[in-house]
């Protein structure tokens, strides 16, 4: 047992996965020497060489292009893009190619690629550093997406995701970086696509998943001080959904908020929301509300407290959906 | 709205130019922008005109050329006379069964066949071809049923052929996306000891695409065993080339560092001399080489387009007189190397192809319409395997009873 | 009044817009001589010459790229994506540039961009050319997304796009190119956010947009001839979304039915089913049910019809709702 | 894994050739694969070497240049030389403002004075600038305001200058995508009439990007009036220039047909001559220019940026040597051209602008909350005025009663 932090996580991750089979490739920009800009990588270039750990030109195109060809070769490319908001420029490899591969093939070219995308605000960073994009990702078919909430995760869910047959893409909380828990490596890891209770309440369901769990969390324990139960679902899964955690919870309490930091106008609370009313009509006492970012741009720093969700914001809904 | 750009010139004008330019000079009507700008970098004034390998003229004459010698017996000559003669057959029944309905589009590569089986005679075993949606002939030359690639045109599938054991990978349809493929993959032959290079097809339009150029910064930066087949086949649709481009495309090559060529493109001795060679630099650890293949779409982009509205009879007319398979007939005539019984025996095996090719193709059964759900990943996932069991109980509801239309 | 296709009234209205404004540019490929594959820019080029009617380099991000530094010098470009699935090359630049400079400049810099994308299967087509990413732009703040479905509309709302000051994505149904209609240029055109009531009826509410407007009203035909009355809603706007008429009508008919061709899995049926549901809470008799593509990747053409929303799945779905 | 590439030289190797070549050739590390390359292409032997412009020597010796001559008074040159300075010091305070937590992140142009200054003096009024992120000094070129620019790097907003007044743009952080842009608007400056030029920013790294390569095209094609301008400081953040390119980056021009030539960009003379020229020629419809600005940045990437772990503090030292401000300061004293006098007034401006700068930014005021409602739209939507308004009913809740908290 260790106390890691979930970056530390993350490299002790990426390093047992490379360890394990030597077909696992890391790409991306700054990750060799300087073992990437929040230090995921460090150290790994030098134990496993350059042709391994491949600081890669200033193309994200290119990147994910060129992971396209290893994967077809074989190779299990893990890419790091540099920052959420610098993933566009591989969009169209990322869509028309590594999602499309599979099928297009008919299951003959392999297209094990991991994405991983420091994502979500709260760091004080110029514009396109803290964007949370991953509903463009959860519509596309063929890709599956994922965002670890803490350490123990991190570590279990990157070895899952580069052991996966499927492309995947591989959301880090950036400002989660820094929160340190206790890592047993010999433990048995839950599945990767599995969501996951992590506080019980009975009146009010609340999902969340990447940094928002936290945030969700807190807003639990404040709620219970004001005598409200509130349960916690942390998604873990984004695309496909584990609705199954989902909507056993929600059967229960008959309440529903979903969080998340990207705008709310067709994130992933948008979809939460038409499954489960679907699927939970006759159970509902009060529509799913949806705690988001606000369909603007993300903002100059200054200003991010107020554009992200926090505990208040989740409370509010919470009261609002007590409420109806 | 003038500003500072010469004024259009009308189609009769410039198509009379080009035909002066291509008088005086047979490989295009390019001149060199560079050569004559006033701002005088280093290394900025080549005197040099591009120049085209050629090793047979378009009248079937053998010519030497300094680099590219190339050997061949009668035999492997009448190969590839053969594999000209069949891509061809293969494309006019192709072409003609979209016309009864049969295909949904077909891209012709009509005046491309010595550019694509010159290229594609060029490859070995281990080597692996990344075409783009017209490499018929390379896909010939690996040994692709033509019935594969006549099935995706039907809209069967995406392409039948298994791209690694054939070493040929699917069809790329989203311009110039497989040339980082090719990269990828040859820093894979890098990292696992592979014998052999990739080879990546594109056309000239593709050169403008930024996929493409960061492909050639990556193979350059990583010293990736590839080789850039660029066939510039005079038009992007219905643009041509200079809408793409200042100076001759393989010049490209040179401001990312590694060499380009440029190829007569319907001269299949001189695209194969040429890919070899560039392929084997690849092979033994020199890098990326781009090739331009300077060749010409007979016909139309595919059968959707009508190239009557942008571009001239007559300059079709003179690129007849440079025909690929012409070519190499006349040589093979003319030096005595075939016969005409050579040539019989080829019609006939291209008639008989012709009618497997289209008793297959009007027999093609559809695929099975639940077979959409598979292969969206290695394993269906639970939410996907419903939306196929609700389509699979929904379809078996219309067998049971009447459809509401 | 004279009878024009679609794809005729688009022309004309590009042509009005060229004339009314020196400013407007067309960009694109092939959009010169050859008119657009679809012949939508058809004689422009030859009328208004090769500085305003602008083939360019066979390069998406390039166009669209290019087309900001025209709206910065004040120009309105009116951008051609020769299909759907061709626009992902210049998502960077759409997503971080043309949705963010007016926000990033705090409205000095004009982004007066139309961006036309033929859109939708349909007409058995190979890979690529079939696909509905509306989405993707709807879920961008900064950007509007728009739809045409009738010839009318679709001369009207191209000059109306192109007069606006934001930038917009303006989705064009292919397949419906050649339907014909009655074009009566002196009319007075609706506003161009406007959603339409485009069929009456008090059991369900269909809601539609583009291509699948006409399946839409074909499905309420034939579920007239069942006794059931479906009201059908030409959505027109995508984003933002014009709910006032959407929640008044399913108030009155208690449910909903959103159809269209883009994958289910946060496709528009998402966000409209999410803010339906909140909105409508204890006026809904059944949760609003979604048709749409299924979550793969476009098939080929051969099964596109199995994978297309067609009105017998409209009626499913119309069904299921009253079974509710 | 070995592959075909070379083994991994370790660091100190790398800095000890790095050190040998860099006495041998002060233009860089960099060869020339294309002319050792066994595929002999048409014009792929260039045999001159990388030239590089310079007026003035690390030492401050002024020399001639054949094709770039330059001829400025004393008042001139101690102009330049303040702006030199003073970008500096504005540098100098916004870094220890940001290591004192007044601002997020800060990107320091130290090192790259000489290469902004040429540039954006090279400047005239109806010429427009695209820089990246670093382009203080040419921002001070034109007129902005440095509390600007630090308002975006506090985090206040995204720059607060007028684009179009200033004829600035704005600060584009994502690579590259500025350079479309330039060539967009200088597209637009020949469609209606306009009489300048645009000059677009970009970093080595950014060389590699899709649309960086797609600019070179469609300016090329277009003939627009745009020059680009590459500052190669030798880094893009950790990875060095051979992570880029095989080859000197100016060089790339030539593939794309328009010329690209290497200056000193220690050079602030250099740098002015060469930058002028290129826009002149932009400007009087001769198309792009590519002008690689050979430089080093001697600071972090950004404030956050640890360089120790990727390079040797000797590279540092020797760029020492070539710093441009003391460059042009050594120049002008030994040819007279300034006395102490004049360089203590320029000490007391930095104090002062420094002072001013410190000032205003511990003062500066946070926007207005709902403020990030506006602009998204030209207009707002009823739907994101509905967020604004129940933003603003929110937080007027919170001023009423206790927080949750
Ligand atoms: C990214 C992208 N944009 C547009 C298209 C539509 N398109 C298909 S083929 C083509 C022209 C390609 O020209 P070229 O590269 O010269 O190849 P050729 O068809 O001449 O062989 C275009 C624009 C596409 N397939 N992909
Ligand atoms: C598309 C994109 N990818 C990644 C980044 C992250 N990033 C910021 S600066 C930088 C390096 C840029 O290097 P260079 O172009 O040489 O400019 P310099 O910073 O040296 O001035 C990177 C990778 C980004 N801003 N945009
Ligand atoms: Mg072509
Ligand atoms: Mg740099």
């Known amino acids: 047992m260790n106390t890691v932090t979930l970056g530390k996580a993350l490299n002790m991750g990426l390093r047992k996965a490379m360890e394990d089979d030597p077909k696992v490739l890391l790409m991306g920009e700054d990750i060799g020497k300087l073992g990437g800009v929040f230090r995921i990588t460090d150290g790994l270039q030098k134990d496993f060489g350059e042709d391994r750990v491949i600081d890669t030109p200033l193309a994200e195109s290119g990147i994910l292009g060129t992971a396209v060809g290893l994967a077809m070769r074989g190779f299990r490319p893990v890419v790091e893009i540099q920052f959420d908001g610098f993933v566009y420029p591989a969009y169209d490899q990322i869509v028309c190619q590594v999602a499309k591969l599979h099928a297009r093939s008919r299951g003959r070219l392999p297209m094990s690629i991991v994405i991983r995308i420091p994502f979500g605000g709260g760091i004080g960073a110029v514009e396109h550093h803290s964007e949370s994009p991953e509903a463009y990702f959860a519509h596309t078919a063929g890709l599956k997406v994922v965002a670890c909430s803490n350490p123990v995760d991190a570590y279990w869910m990157i070895q899952q995701a580069i052991a996966h047959p499927d492309p995947i893409v591989f959301f880090e909380p950036k400002r989660r970086y820094w929160e340190k828990a206790e890592l047993d490596p010999d433990a048995t890891p839950e599945p990767l696509f599995a969501s996951r209770l992590v506080r019980e309440g009975s009146q009010v369901t609340v999902l969340a998943y990447g940094p928002m769990v936290k945030t969700a969390l807190q807003a639990a324990s404040a709620a219970e001080e004001e005598g409200i139960s509130v349960e916690v679902l942390d998604l873990r899964t984004v695309s496909p959904l584990d609705m199954g955690p989902v909507l056993d919870s929600v059967r229960r309490t008959g309440r529903c908020v979903v969080v998340h930091e990207a705008p709310s106008n067709l994130g992933l609370g948008a979809e939460l929301s038409a499954r489960i009313t679907e699927a939970c009509f006759y159970d509902l006492e009060a529509p799913v509300l949806r705690v988001g970012g606000y369909d603007t741009p993300y903002p100059p720093s200054k200003l991010e407290e107020d554009y992200l969700p926090d505990l208040d914001r989740v409370l509010e809904a919470v009261d609002r959906s007590l409420a109806f | ?405």
Chains 1, 3 share one sequence.
């Open chain 2, 1 to 405: 709205m003038g500003g500072r750009r010469a004024e259009e010139t009308t189609l009769s004008e410039v198509s009379e130019l080009a035909e002066q330019e291509f008088e005086a000079n047979p490989f295009g009507p390019h001149h060199d922008p560079v050569g004559s700008d006033p701002i005088k970098g280093a290394e900025q004034n080549p005197t040099d005109q591009p120049e085209l390998v050629q090793l047979l003229t378009p009248e079937g004459e053998r010519v030497e050329h300094p680099d590219y010698a190339i050997d061949l017996s009668a035999e492997e000559l009448q190969a590839l006379y053969r594999d000209l003669a069949l891509v061809r057959r293969i494309d006019v029944e192709a072409t003609a069964l979209q016309r009864q309905g049969e295909l949904g589009i077909w891209a012709s590569l009509l005046g491309q066949e010595a550019a694509q089986i010159g290229a594609g005679r060029a490859l070995q075993p281990d080597d692996m071809a990344f075409p783009t949606y017209r490499e018929h002939g390379v896909a010939w030359c690996r040994g692709i049923d033509p019935m594969s690639i006549i099935g995706l045109f039907r809209g069967v599938d995406s392409g039948a052929w298994d791209p690694i054991e054939t070493k040929f990978n699917l069809y790329t349809i989203v311009i110039g996306a497989q040339t980082l493929h090719a990269v990828g993959y040859a820093m894979g032959m890098q990292r696992d000891g592979g014998q052999g290079a990739c080879l990546a097809f594109f056309g000239d339009g593709a050169t403008s695409q930024g996929d493409v150029n960061e492909a050639f910064i990556f193979a350059a930066v990583f010293d990736a065993p590839v080789v850039f087949f660029c066939q510039n086949n005079q038009y992007a649709i219905s643009e041509p080339i200079e809408k793409q481009t200042r100076i001759p495309l393989y010049r490209r090559a040179s401001g990312f560092g590694f060499p380009g060529i440029r190829v007569d493109g319907n001269d299949v001795l001189a695209v194969l001399a040429v890919t070899r060679r560039a392929m084997e630099a690849a092979r033994s650890g020199q890098g990326p080489t781009l090739i331009e293949a300077y060749t010409y779409r007979m016909g139309a982009h595919t059968t959707s387009d009508d190239p009557s509205r942008y571009r001239l009879a007559s300059e079709m007319e003179a690129w007849k007189l440079k025909d690929p398979n012409e070519r190499l007939k006349a040589y093979l005539v003319r030096s005595g190397q075939a016969d005409a019984a050579f040539f019989e025996a080829i019609e006939a095996e291209s008639d008989e192809l012709a009618a497997r090719i289209r008793k297959a193709t009007v027999e093609m059964p559809d695929p099975e319409p639940a077979s959409m759900f598979d292969n969206t990943y290695a394993e269906i996932t639970p939410e996907l395997a419903e939306q196929r069991d609700t389509f699979l109980a929904y379809q078996a509801g219309f067998s049971d009873e009447a459809s509401h239309a």
